[in-house]
C-alpha cells in the first residue's frame, strides 16, 4: 500500500473524478494506487464518474440551433457607438452563420466533377429580388437575420448532422457591405442566403447550401431575367451569387467566399459552437481584441480553406 | 461594437447550455440568456478585464435564476420541465427506449437535489469550471463548492446506481 494513501481524503477523489489531477500525475497515481486496496471507494468513483457521463450525455452538447436572432439583437442594440460599429455588428451577425446538413452526406472526399449541379436559380433570383425591393436599412442599423418559420423544424435533428460554419464572405473590397442573411430549411438542406449592399443600393445575393454530394466545380455564369448568376461547388459547399457586374467581379467574390469556408470535420462540433474562436481578421476586420483575459484565447489565424 | 461584446457573442452557446441545464425548456433558457445578455451589457463596467469573461456571464445567468425562481416566477415550472425534457429526450438522435429512459432518470434525479447543489455539480461536470471558477460563478467559498458537490454526488449516487448498471455503455460527449 502507498505510503501517502492517509493523506489522500474526499476532495482528491473528487479531484480524480472531475479529471482536475490529470495534470499531476504523481498525486493521480497516489489516488489510484488508493482506490486499488479500498474497493469501496472504488465503486463510489465509477458510480459518480457514470453519473458524470450521463450528465453530460442529457445536457452537454452545446446547442446545434442557431441563436435566436432576438439574443444577437439584444447585444447589437446596446452598442452605442454608432455607425462606427456598424462593421463589427455585421460581422457578428455573420458569425452566427450555420449551415447543417443532414445525414448521408458524406464529407471529406472531394473528388472533381465535370458537371456542375445547378441550384435552385429562380428561388435565389426570387430571394435576391425581395430583398432588393426593400429599402435600405439606416446607415447605423443592420437588419437583423431572420428565420424561416421552419427553422423551429431545423432545430430537431433527424439524424447524424453534419456541420459547417464559416464567417459570411467579405465583400468590401468590392463596396458591399453585409446588410442582412435569412436561413431556410428546404426538404433536405439547409440554406443561407447573405444579402451585401453597396452605397449605390444594388444588391449581391450569396446563396449557401449543402449539396447533397461533394464536389469541386469551376464557376458556372448564367442570366435569368437579364440578372447575372453565378455557381460553383467547393466541396461540400454550394455557392450562388446573384447581382448585378456579378461576371466582372467573380475572381474577387470566389476568393471571398473561399476565404470564408471552413470546413469542419463530420462529427466535429461547428469552431463557433465548441466555443473556439472564429477568425479574428474576420470579425475585426484586421484589428485583435484588446479586451482578451487570461485563459482566452489569443485569437490565433485559423487556417482556412 | 466593443471588444466586450464579442467576447460575450462566444460565450452565447455555452451560455445557452448551462440555462438549459437549469431552466430546462429551450424556450425558457433563452429568456434567461436574454436576460443575462441584457443585465452583462448594463454591467459591462463591471467586468474585470483580468477574469474570464465566461465565469462572469455565468455569475449574472445564475443570479438571474435565482432571482426568478425566488421571485415566484421560474423560467418554467416544474411540470413544463419535466415535459420538456422527456419531448426533448424523444426528439434526440433516433433515441433507443434506454436512452430515454436513461435521460429521464439524470434529469429527475437532477430534479430533486437542492437548487445550490445542483448549480454546483453542472457547472464542475458539465461546464468544466474549475474549483475556483465555480465557487466564484455562485458566490460561495471554494470549500462550500466542494462541499454542494459531494453531497450531490452522495444523493446522485444513490439514485443512479441501479439505473447505471442497468443501462448499457454510453457515449460520451467531452
Known amino acids: ?305 | 461594437m466593443s471588444d466586450l461584446k464579442w467576447l460575450i457573442a462566444r460565450e452565447i452557446p455555452h451560455l445557452r447550455r448551462y440555462a438549459r441545464s437549469l431552466a430546462r425548456t429551450p424556450d425558457a433558457a433563452d429568456e434567461l440568456v436574454q436576460e443575462t445578455l441584457e443585465k452583462a451589457l448594463r454591467k459591462r463596467a463591471q467586468w474585470r478585464r483580468s477574469g474570464s469573461v465566461r465565469s462572469w456571464l455565468f455569475t449574472i445567468l445564475y443570479r438571474t435564476h435565482l432571482n426568478s425562481t425566488r421571485d415566484g416566477k421560474p423560467f418554467t415550472n416544474p411540470r413544463d420541465r419535466m415535459d420538456e425534457t422527456l419531448a426533448a429526450a424523444d426528439r434526440r438522435v433516433e433515441p433507443t427506449q434506454d436512452a430515454s429512459l436513461m435521460w429521464r432518470d439524470i434529469s429527475q434525479a437532477l430534479d430533486r437535489l437542492p437548487e445550490d447543489q445542483r448549480a454546483a455539480i453542472l457547472l464542475v461536470t458539465l461546464e468544466d469550471l474549475s474549483y475556483d471558477e465555480a465557487a466564484s460563478v455562485l458566490g460561495i467559498p471554494v470549500g462550500t463548492l466542494r462541499s454542494r458537490v459531494s453531497r450531490a454526488r452522495d444523493t446522485l449516487r444513490n439514485t443512479m446506481d441501479p439505473a447505471i448498471d442497468a443501462a448499457a455503455p454510453i457515449r460520451r460527449i467531452k
Open chain 1, 1 to 305: 500500500m502507498d505510503r501517502f494513501d492517509e493523506s489522500i481524503d474526499d476532495r482528491d477523489l473528487q479531484a480524480y473524478v472531475d479529471g482536475r489531477l490529470d495534470r499531476d500525475p504523481r498525486r493521480k497515481a497516489q489516488v489510484e494506487a488508493y482506490l486499488e486496496h479500498r474497493p469501496e471507494a472504488r465503486e463510489h468513483v465509477r458510480l459518480d464518474r457514470a453519473v458524470a457521463d450521463r450528465i453530460r450525455e442529457r445536457y452537454g452538447e452545446i446547442p446545434d440551433d442557431p441563436p435566436p436572432p432576438r439574443l444577437l439583437r439584444t447585444l447589437m442594440r446596446g452598442s452605442p457607438g454608432g455607425s462606427g460599429t456598424r462593421p463589427r455588428t455585421k460581422a457578428l451577425a455573420a458569425a452566427m452563420i450555420l449551415i447543417a446538413a443532414l445525414s448521408g452526406w458524406s464529407v471529406g472526399r472531394f473528388g472533381a466533377t465535370a458537371e456542375s449541379p445547378k441550384p435552385n436559380l429562380a428561388e435565389g433570383l426570387e430571394r435576391h429580388r425581395g430583398a432588393a425591393d426593400t429599402p435600405s436599412p439606416a446607415a447605423a442599423t443592420t437588419r437583423p437575420a431572420t428565420m424561416s418559420s421552419k427553422q423551429g423544424a431545423s432545430q430537431q435533428r433527424t439524424g447524424k448532422t453534419d456541420m459547417l460554419t464559416m464567417q459570411a464572405p467579405d465583400l468590401s473590397p468590392l463596396g458591399y457591405a453585409l446588410e442582412g442573411t435569412e436561413s431556410s430549411e428546404g426538404r433536405t438542406r439547409y440554406r443561407t442566403n447573405l444579402f451585401y449592399r453597396d452605397r449605390e443600393g444594388d444588391l449581391i445575393t450569396v446563396v449557401l447550401e449543402r449539396p447533397k454530394q461533394p464536389a469541386d466545380t469551376a464557376p458556372t455564369v448564367e442570366r435569368l431575367d437579364d440578372v447575372q448568376s453565378a455557381y460553383w461547388q467547393d466541396g461540400s459547399l454550394t455557392v450562388l451569387v446573384i447581382g448585378d457586374r456579378i461576371e466582372a467581379n467573380l475572381p474577387t467574390i470566389k476568393s471571398a467566399v473561399d476565404r470564408a469556408f471552413q470546413k469542419i470535420e463530420k462529427g466535429a462540433l461547428p469552431a463557433y459552437y465548441s466555443g473556439e474562436p472564429l477568425v479574428a481578421e474576420d470579425l475585426t476586420h484586421g484589428q485583435a481584441p484588446s479586451a482578451l483575459s487570461p485563459g482566452e484565447a489569443p485569437m490565433p489565424d485559423r487556417q482556412i480553406q
